[in-house]
Structures are given as structure tokens and as C-alpha cells.
């Protein structure tokens, strides 16, 4: 690497750690800590909210969706959209009332409010799992692609400075110095690939006739997608508007229900149309490079085997000329570290909160708890990185349990909400019969009808059985559950 392109990569990366000292020297307890003592803007958790959503997966899955089926992979962030603005009109205003009025810190401290402890327990255990899971998914994903994009950047020093950095700055600042660095990162990310990787990429590639030359006309259409994919994206993606840990925390940080609501409707235009189309059109050029021969130099010819989703940093590392590359480096780093700071303190806060408070009954609200919270997040963070590092197979199994959390999780919380007949039992067994089915099909690749995806039947599952054990054992609080 060029050290023009190290010295704007180690700038950014100090400025970031500069972020969470800052934070360091100005939180005071551990509701500063894990909800940034619920005084957070409606733009920088706005910011925050979509930079979580789309950071991470924008470099692995957009990029290849366009590398593979042109403008149409679009309509994926559509449905985040959808939940974005769905989970701001029907939960915000009932989730953020309780909050305030309880001063919750977690997601699962509804389900004890709602239904009972053992429920909320259960509930904190599974999203525990799953983000811990999914902080290691991210710091490996964007290793390999950083690695992947930059001559000389190995994957195992990638790891070490993705994961040291994300986890000193998350551990030293909490959820104020996540919000604030996702902001940053975002318009690092957005400055980097509108300003940079698109109008180069286009020139690189030769502009739109090469583009008509080289693809066939489904890579420009809306329509190109079956309806079995976007259901699948659907059901796998408006429920974790409900149900993420990560945007439970973000609506208790605002000051008001009507604060959170304008921060939910900011991301989801962020999300669909500009993060989308974004994301895909640069898969797009990816693929025209691909097919007219750019990325032969590294063993890539047309025709040659070819991961979609490393199309788009290979097109960047190609294109990009010293200087710019750091910039873009700096980009890559920030779409990944967005995602894996808040599920890092998502974990934490299920750690800590939902699960060691309860079984060893540990003191609420001293300032001592501080100190507390960033021991738990920085021995997640190291745990994590540990995972990522040695252990993809139990990374795996890991995120499996992420794909539990949500199909075992949605049913109930509506049912918290919505439904007063819903029960503490109904609620416990929806969790793991739902999670436990969508896991199942999983893990044993079970050929589904219309290849639909697992977390329909998982969802559908914990459906019948919450009804069907709510009629049958009424009641919420009850100590069987």
C-alpha cells in the first residue's frame, strides 16, 4: 500500500478511537453508557439506525446483487423501508412510552415486563447469541474483503486491526461514540462510493454503451426477480425492525417517541431508494469489468470463477488510482465497523442486563456498573474477534442462532403489543418453537416448496403455537413459563 493511502487510512482510524476516548472522559453511569443517556438527535441516530442496517452487508450483499441481477437487486432495501417505517408508526410510540417510563435499557426487558422474567431471560439469551454471532460475522467479512481489495493487507492483520479498533472505541465510548462514528462513517462511506467509486467506475468501464454492450437488458430492469426472492427478503428483513436489539437501544437513546419516528423515517430514505441503488449499480460496473477482461491481471478472466460479492471491491482496487484508495479503504473499514460496534453493544447490553443481572442479581443504576459495562463488552469484543479468527464453523452455528432470534422472537413481541390474550407460556414456547423450526431447516437443508426461505416456516410456527397455547394457558406473569 501506498503511503499516501496508509497515512488517510491511519488519520481516519485515530479519529475514530478519538471519538470513543472523547466519550470516555464524559460518560457518567451506565444509562450514558448503553442508551447515551436518552438524549441522542433525531438525525445522528437516523444515521446511526441505517449505517447499522445497510453498513455491514452493503459492501457483501448489495455489491454482488448487482454483480448478479443488475438494478432489480434493489428492491432487497425496499423492504427495509418497509420495517423502517412500519416499526415507526405501529412500535415506537407504545416501545418508547414503557422505556421512558421505565427506564428500560434492552429489548428483552419488554418480554418481563409484558410476560415474566424466565420469558425475558430466554429472550436475552437468544439475542446475546445471535449478536456476539453476527459482531464476529462482520469483523471476518470485511477482513476478507479488505484483503481481498488491498495489495499486501493480509487477512489475519485485517482481522486484528478491524477488530482492535472497533472494540476499543466501542468499549471506551458506548452507544454515544457508536451513534457519533456511524454518522462519520456513513458520510465517509457515502462521500467514498457516490463521489468516487461511481463516476470513476463508470468511466472506467466506458459508460452506458459498454454497459448495453456487455449485459443483457434484465441488468437495467425493475423486474427482474421472482416473487418467491422478494418474499424471502421480506420476511427475513421487516422483522428485524421489531426485533433487533440494536434499534431497541437506538429508541430508547432519543429524547422523545416523536424524535425516534422522525430517525426511523430518515433511514428508511436512506435505505431505498439512494443506499440501494447505490449499492447495486456498482455490482453493475463490477460485472461489465468482469466480463470485458479488467480483472484478468489478477486471475479473474470472463468466464473464470468468480464470487459475486467480490466483484465490486476487485472493481475499486483496479480503478481507483494512490490516495483515493486510502479514502476507499477507509470507506470499507466504516461500512463494516457501522454494523459490528452496535451489535458489539447490543450483545453487551443482553450480556450484562438481561442475563447476569438476573441470575447473580447484580445492583441497577450505580456509577460503578460503568465500569462494569465496558469489562462485558470488552470481553464480548475479544471473544468475537477470537471466533472470527479460529472458529468459522462455530461462526456459523452462531449465526444460525441470528436467524432463531428472529423467527422466534417477531410473533411475541406483537403479541407484547397487540394482542392482550397473548400469554407468558404461548410466549416462551412461540420463541423456541418458532426459532427452533427456522434453525432446523436450516441446518439439514431441507428443500422448501417454492424455495422459500426457513424464517417463513419459522415465523408461521411460532404463530400457531403462541395462539394456540395463549387460549390454552391464559395469563401473563404465570411462573410455569
Not at 448489495?62 to 412500535?91: E, N, Q, R
Amino acid at each position: 500500500m501506498h503511503i499516501i493511502d496508509l497515512s488517510v487510512f491511519v488519520v481516519y482510524m485515530i479519529f475514530v478511537l478519538g471519538i470513543g476516548y472523547y466519550f470516555l472522559r464524559r460518560n457518567k453511569n451506565a444509562d450514558d453508557y448503553y442508551v447515551g443517556g436518552r438524549t441522542m438527535s433525531s438525525f445522528h441516530v437516523g444515521l446511526s439506525v441505517v449505517a447499522t442496517d445497510v453498513g455491514g452487508g452493503f459492501s457483501i450483499g448489495l455489491g454482488g446483487l448487482g454483480f448478479i441481477m443488475g438494478l432489480s437487486g434493489s428492491w432487497m432495501l425496499f423492504t427495509g423501508l418497509i420495517g423502517a417505517w412500519l416499526s415507526a408508526v405501529f412500535l415506537i410510540p407504545k416501545a418508547s412510552k414503557i422505556a421512558s417510563k421505565l427506564k428500560l435499557f434492552t429489548f428483552p426487558q419488554l418480554f418481563e415486563h409484558f410476560y415474566s422474567p424466565r420469558v425475558a431471560l430466554l429472550a436475552g439469551i437468544i439475542s446475546a447469541i445471535g449478536y456476539i454471532g453476527f459482531t464476529s460475522s462482520q469483523l471476518l467479512a470485511g477482513a476478507k474483503l479488505a484483503s481481498a481489495s488491498f495489495h499486501n493487507l493480509d487477512l489475519n492483520t485485517a482481522l486484528i486491526i478491524m477488530g482492535v479498533i472497533t472494540v476499543l472505541y466501542t468499549v471506551m465510548g458506548g452507544l454515544k461514540a457508536v451513534i457519533y462514528t456511524d454518522t462519520f462513517q456513513w458520510i465517509i462511506l457515502m462521500a467514498g462510493l457516490i463521489l468516487i467509486g461511481i463516476p470513476l467506475g463508470y468511466q472506467s468501464i466506458g459508460g452506458v454503451e459498454a454497459i448495453r454492450e456487455t449485459l443483457s437488458h434484465d441488468f437495467m430492469a425493475l423486474n427482474n426477480v421472482e416473487w418467491q426472492t422478494l418474499l424471502n427478503w421480506a420476511v427475513t428483513i421487516i422483522p428485524i425492525w421489531f426485533v433487533g436489539m440494536t434499534l431497541y437501544q437506538r429508541i430508547y437513546s432519543t429524547r422523545t417517541a416523536k424524535e425516534a419516528q422522525r430517525a426511523w423515517y430518515i433511514a428508511g430514505i436512506f435505505e431505498w431508494p439512494l443506499m440501494a441503488f447505490m449499492g447495486v449499480i456498482l455490482g453493475l460496473f463490477a460485472r461489465v469489468a468482469f466480463e470485458n477482461g479488467m480483472f484478468a491481471y489478477m486471475d479473474f478472466g470472463p468466464g473464470s470463477d468468480l464470487d459475486a460479492e467480490m466483484g465490486l471491491p476487485l472493481l475499486l482496487r483496479t480503478i481507483l488510482p494512490v490516495g483515493l484508495m486510502g479514502l476507499m479503504m477507509s470507506a470499507y473499514f466504516s461500512a463494516i465497523m457501522s454494523t459490528a460496534d452496535s451489535c458489539l453493544m447490543a450483545a453487551s447490553g443482553n450480556v450484562q442486563t438481561d442475563i447476569l443481572r438476573k441470575l447473580f442479581k447484580l445492583p441497577e443504576g450505580q456509577k460503578s456498573t460503568l465500569r462494569v459495562s465496558q469489562i462485558i463488552t470488552l470481553v464480548i469484543g475479544v471473544l468475537a474477534l477470537l471466533f472470527a479468527w479460529q472458529m468459522e464453523n462455530v461462526l456459523e452455528l452462531m449465526l444460525y442462532s441470528y436467524a432463531f432470534m428472529v423467527s422466534g422472537l417477531f410473533i411475541p413481541v406483537l403479541g407484547a403489543f397487540y394482542w392482550k390474550r397473548g400469554s407468558t407460556i404461548g410466549a416462551f414456547w412461540g420463541m423456541l418453537v418458532g426459532g427452533g423450526t427456522t434453525l432446523t431447516l436450516t441446518i439439514l437443508g431441507v428443500n422448501l416448496p417454492f424455495n422459500l426461505d426457513p424464517n417463513i416456516f419459522g415465523i408461521t410456527a411460532s404463530l400457531v403455537v403462541f395462539i394456540i397455547l395463549s387460549y390454552l394457558f391464559p395469563g401473563r406473569k404465570n411462573i410455569l413459563a
